[in-house]
């Protein structure tokens, strides 16, 4: 019988234990491509909990997407069983925050019942905020257009920034601060909270309220952070604030901290993400342990050798790190030259029809990978040609659909009333005949009494008696009482949510209208609500039972200021008695993590067995025996179209070579590079040729021979 360490560490490589079995303390582990920290991050988490005696209530695991997170805690829950894992906190950096801010709603300015807006409901906002302020939807300044995207985006980099309306700089957009300060006091006036707000509005809460500040710390004793390269300045502020380490009450001691990324990976430098956090790190959390993973259990010799000879190229390095692999395939990395876009396409179909046909590949092992979203059209094109299945990564999330869109925003309306965004969305869905005057005249109500549209939706129909508006108020009333009512099983809920869906109309309306669809059956509207209803009954409500979303349950009466170490039992912040959870707890969780669902985590066709196309961006953290990188070539990698715009030329060609390595890093066997000597524009056509990143691969693995296709 293995002991439990000797279980855990079991197939690790040394470098692996090292970081898996150090002793509790900082530890920066930088983890090339295809290196197992997954399993890194796994096994720590388990050997933190069963060799060293960490509850696992005390830890808090943050990844970058939900499904990351699902797997740690799959994974974890195959190593030591569920109930030891049973309370871990293994969230994205949203989704924590959520939990941080509805458990301290009064704290934070909150209610427990606020609505996380996506930014389609953020976009909407922006628009009506800008026609209060008489500003054009499109305004031109120096001859560049801006719209309420614009607006919108540079919102949300000024509170990436941890920066609030009053905190005025210059701005080349008009009357900016003015949308800023009216966006946020429409959000704050209706309990809505957008993605940036989640995190800074946590920091603030953390910084400015020290009981709060108190029971964070005591709540964490290991934090591990992966993918850090992707982190933000401000989510990195949120890591010093909520691991201790910002030092804003001396004396105490901060959780230890584990972060695992790789700076040669960071490729979102354009959303935010600072891989100069890797170094603060260092020198902010000092002492660090630093570990380096190289041993590489993905790619061949060929496809490692080109991606290091093509990363030593960048400047800035964390610590030099050269990936290494035991697998003995000699096969050579494929550089293809086509003589325009059109017939570069046309060669990786027909590439891909042979690998198939002649080699039997699987086609879901294959992909193609891209710069820009526009390159897929012919690619599209001559796969058709050629008869071959394929799937795009980056189309709509289910999420964004309209009839998902607005069944949510009647369950997101009957938990908070005060959602003016859900209540223009549908109080006409489906059709009551409530007009535009009729709405005009609700939203002028509400401007000049500063209450909700539902409320001024009630003075109104008072008034005027308006049946249409009376009705959609009471179901709209009636549903909001039944959300306090406790459940007795999930069935209840399922019941509850029928009863909206049909009550509400748009049970009938949605039926109607995929009839009416030309019979698509991929798209079924009405089957997607019920896909939406058994997502939610069927959904792990862990943080109800066990993991500890209500801190409150456990917070004194006289105030979570009268924690201390000393008093804080196993069952802090556990919440472990469900009973008492009403249908409003279990919808508020799935709202928000439906909300929180971040664009990577998107779906794909129903054809399973089909070729993957996506962009470069997209194909982080996945891999494939097959990888076609099309458009290896000038102007597209790198990509001049922004370089103009980047006031530092340097860090714009490190960022592109980073992405180029992320994209060859994703296969295992077969790389091919293709590139095009012609590109075709709306202006005409102009010579690229080969990428000058061509030049910085491994010569001596490359060839254009493709006569392995024809067996």
Same mark, same amino acid.
């Given at each position: ?17 090292d ?29 933190l909990i ?46 924590a ?12 300015g ?7 807006i ?7 906002l ?16 120096n ?5 309420a ?19 005025e ?6 009357c ?31 910084e ?10 005591l ?25 201790g ?35 603060y790190f ?8 630093? &570990? #380096? +993973?190289v041993?590489? =259990?993905r $790619? ?6 080109? %991606?290091?000879?093509?990363? @030593? ?19 050579t &990395? #494929? +550089?293809?030259?086509? =003589?325009? $876009?059109?017939?570069?396409a046309?060669?990786? %179909?027909?590439t891909?029809? @042979? ?47 309209e ?30 005949k ?9 939203e002028?109500?509400r401007?000049e ?41 999930m ?10 869906i ?25 089957e ?10 069927g ?21 979570i200021?009268?924690?201390?170490p ?29 909300a ?14 089909a ?13 494939f ?12 990698l ?14 714009h ?6 992405l180029?390595?992320v ?49």
């Amino acid at each position: 019988m293995k002991n439990s360490e000797q279980r855990i560490i079991d197939g690790l490589n040394e470098e692996q234990k090292d970081a898996v079995t150090a002793p509790r303390q900082n530890i920066l582990v930088l983890a090339g491509a295809g290196t197992g920290k997954t399993r890194v991050l796994v096994s720590r988490i388990a050997y933190l909990i069963e060799h060293c005696g960490v509850d696992s209530n005390r830890i808090l695991a943050v990844t970058f997407t939900n499904k990351a997170a699902r797997e740690m805690r799959e994974r974890l829950i195959g190593i030591l069983g569920e109930y030891s894992v049973r309370r871990l906190w293994a969230y994205t950096f949203h989704t924590a925050s959520s939990h941080i801010l509805r458990n301290f709603a009064d704290e934070a300015g909150l209610t427990r019942n606020f609505t996380i807006i996506d930014t389609a409901d953020q976009l909407a906002l922006v628009k009506r905020v800008m026609q209060d302020l008489n500003l054009p939807s499109d305004i031109c300044v120096n001859g560049i257009r801006y719209n309420a995207r614009n607006y919108l985006q540079e919102i949300m980099d000024e509170k990436s920034r941890g920066h609030r309306p009053g905190m005025e700089e210059n701005c080349i957009l008009p009357c900016f601060y003015d949308v800023y300060a009216l966006y946020q006091a429409r959000c704050d006036k209706s309990d809505q909270v957008d993605f940036e707000e989640l995190i800074l509005r946590t920091c603030e809460l953390i910084e400015n309220k020290p009981q709060v500040r108190k029971y964070i710390r005591l709540k964490f004793q290991e934090i591990l952070v992966d993918e850090f390269q992707d982190t933000s300045s401000l989510q990195y502020r949120w890591l010093k604030l909520v691991s201790g380490a910002e030092n804003l009450d001396p004396g105490r001691y901060p959780a230890n901290v584990l972060i695992v990324g790789d700076d040669d990976q960071s490729i979102y430098g354009w959303r935010g993400a600072a891989v100069e956090n890797m170094f603060y790190f260092q020198k902010e959390f000092a002492p660090v342990k630093l &570990v #380096k +993973l190289v041993q590489n =259990y993905r $790619s061949t010799k060929a496809i490692l050798s080109n %991606a290091n000879s093509l990363i @030593k190229n960048n400047c800035k390095h964390v610590a030099e790190k050269t990936l290494v692999t035991s697998n003995t395939d000699a096969t050579t &990395v #494929k +550089l293809m030259s086509s =003589y325009d $876009s059109s017939e570069e396409a046309e060669d990786i %179909a027909r590439t891909i029809r @042979k690998l198939i046909d002649n080699l039997k590949r699987d086609p879901s092992d294959i992909a193609v990978l891209y710069r820009t979203n526009a390159q897929s059209r012919m690619i599209e094109k001559a796969l058709v040609e050629q008869g071959i299945d394929y799937n795009i990564y980056g189309g709509a999330r289910f999420f964004d659909r309209e009839e998902i869109k607005n069944a949510l925003a009647y369950l997101r309306l009957i938990v908070n009333p005060e959602d003016n965004i859900s209540f223009s969305r549908i109080v006409n869905v489906p059709s009551r005949k409530i007009g535009k005057v009729t709405l005009g005249k609700i939203e002028a109500l509400r401007h000049e009494f500063g209450i909700s549209m539902f409320k001024a939706a009630e003075m109104y129909a008072q008034k005027n008696k308006s049946r249409a508006l009376q009705n959609f108020i009471e179901l709209i009333r009636g549903f909001s009482a039944k959300v306090a009512e406790i459940p007795k099983d999930m069935n209840d809920i399922v019941c509850f949510l029928e009863h909206v869906i049909e009550d509400s109309g748009l049970g009938a309306y949605y039926r109607e209208k995929s009839a009416m669809e030309d019979g698509d059956s991929s798209n079924d509207r009405f089957e997607n609500i019920e896909e939406l209803i058994s997502d939610i009954s069927g959904r792990d409500y862990d943080e109800l039972s066990e993991q500890g979303a209500d801190f409150a349950d456990d917070v004194p009466e006289k105030g979570i200021g009268d924690l201390n170490p000393e008093n804080t039992g196993d069952n802090m912040m556990s919440g472990d008695n469900n009973s008492e959870h009403t249908i409003n707890d279990f919808l508020q969780i799935y709202l928000s993590s439906a909300a929180l669902m971040p664009s990577s985590e998107l779906l794909k066709s129903e054809e399973s067995s089909a070729v993957n196309l996506m962009t470069i961006h997209c194909s982080k953290g996945l891999e494939f025996g097959t990888v076609f990188i099309a458009g290896f070539e000038k102007g597209l990698l790198p990509l001049e179209r922004y370089s103009s715009m980047k006031t530092d030329q340097n860090a714009h060609i490190e960022e592109e070579r980073r992405l180029a390595y992320v994209a060859i890093t994703r296969a295992r066997e077969l790389l091919f590079l293709s590139c095009a000597e012609m590109h075709s524009s709306y202006d005409g056509q102009y010579r690229t040729g080969p990428s000058r990143f061509t030049y910085e691969l491994d010569m001596d693995t490359i060839d254009t021979d493709m006569d392995f296709l024809d067996v």
